[in-house]
């Protein structure tokens, strides 16, 4: 079932996600349906840290095959492991899994973020047949142009004042880890996930100001460079709006949201929910994405 979704009123399908109204499509035996896509962009998946949803994200890729597949950067958390080593076993399978796609025939594109920057000395050069790339162009199969970039450039935290985006994901780990505390206790009184990070960020208005204003700063340099579109990630918050005439996509995250931006074979354009507990699926909600200046509902 599909559910229709206002996406001018910005994160209308995250606040549903949350509160468990979106729910993967199922087989006749209770499974999750595979499904292939032509393209799939995610990004912010922060393998390295505790707050990485890597069995959902292993159930994702492992349900959803693609011809083409876009890592749109903060794959890796290189600022959490100088701090503290967390490597399980799961984070391995998704790195084994991702490699594994390369080897059946998918082109699969690393475009590094500000977590991951390390791999910006190595852009351009191939790992196990991932391409390591700045940024990204894809052409949709109905001819769009998307600009594919992790967005932290975009960010006057990050260009200006590094040492307080460090203080900030400190404090945002911090949040991450009560999170895991209280949603334990929901999962307990049997109420769905909630997250409080995402709770706060809409409480406060400086940090909706940013968001919007970085939002619209990544448009508008992809209408100056004659994209269609752009497709970004970084600041964990699933968005897919027209901005000035601008297709503005927002794959989210696999910390929070556990969402991607899919391309089907006709070029149309759906940001998709993945439950976080993949062993008791909820229906997968489906946001379809028109030319600019339509109304963006399904």
């Given at each position: 079932m599909r559910a229709a979704f206002d996406l001018s009123a910005g994160g209308a399908a995250m606040a549903r996600h949350w509160a468990g109204m979106d729910v993967p499509e199922e087989g006749d035996d209770g499974s999750l349906q595979a499904h292939r896509y032509r393209s799939i962009f995610i990004s912010d998946l922060h393998l390295g840290t505790p707050g990485c949803q890597a069995a959902a994200l292993q159930s994702f890729l492992k349900h959803n095959p693609s011809d083409n597949l876009y890592l749109v950067g903060d794959i890796i958390d290189g600022w959490q492991l100088r701090r503290k080593w967390y490597w399980p076993q799961a984070h391995n399978d998704v790195v084994q899994k991702l490699l594994r796609r390369v080897r059946k025939g998918c082109r699969v594109v690393f475009v590094p973020g500000n977590h991951d920057e390390f791999a910006r000395a190595f852009v351009d050069h191939s790992f196990g047949g991932i391409e390591v790339l700045e940024e990204a162009v894809h052409t949709t199969a109905d001819g769009r142009r998307l600009w594919v970039v992790h967005g932290d450039y975009f960010d006057g935290v990050i260009q200006c004042a590094k040492w307080l985006a460090y203080v900030g994901d400190n404090l945002y780990e911090f949040t991450l880890r009560l999170n895991r505390h209280l949603n334990s206790l929901r999962v307990r009184m049997g109420l769905p996930y909630w997250s409080l990070s995402a709770y706060l960020k809409g409480k406060v208005k400086k940090?909706?100001?940013?968001?919007?204003?970085?939002?619209?700063?990544?448009?508008?340099?992809?209408?100056?460079?004659?994209?269609?579109?752009?497709?970004?990630?970084?600041?964990?918050?699933?968005?897919?709006?027209?901005?000035?005439?601008?297709?503005?996509?927002?794959?989210?995250?696999?910390?929070?949201?556990?969402?991607?931006?899919?391309?089907?074979?006709?070029?149309?354009?759906?940001?998709?929910?993945?439950?976080?507990?993949?062993?008791?699926?909820?229906?997968?909600?489906?946001?379809?994405?028109?030319?600019?200046?339509?109304?963006?509902?399904?």
């Open positions: 940090a909706v100001g940013y968001i919007t204003d970085f939002e619209v700063a990544v448009a508008q340099e992809a209408r100056r460079r004659g994209y269609q579109g752009v497709v970004c990630g970084h600041i964990h918050r699933a968005e897919m709006r027209d901005i000035q005439g601008v297709l503005y996509c927002n794959d989210g995250d696999w910390v929070e949201s556990c969402s991607a931006l899919v391309e089907h074979f006709d070029g149309r354009l759906e940001l998709v929910f993945w439950p976080f507990e993949p062993l008791e699926p909820v229906r997968q909600g489906r946001v379809p994405a028109t030319m600019p200046g339509e109304a963006l509902a399904a």
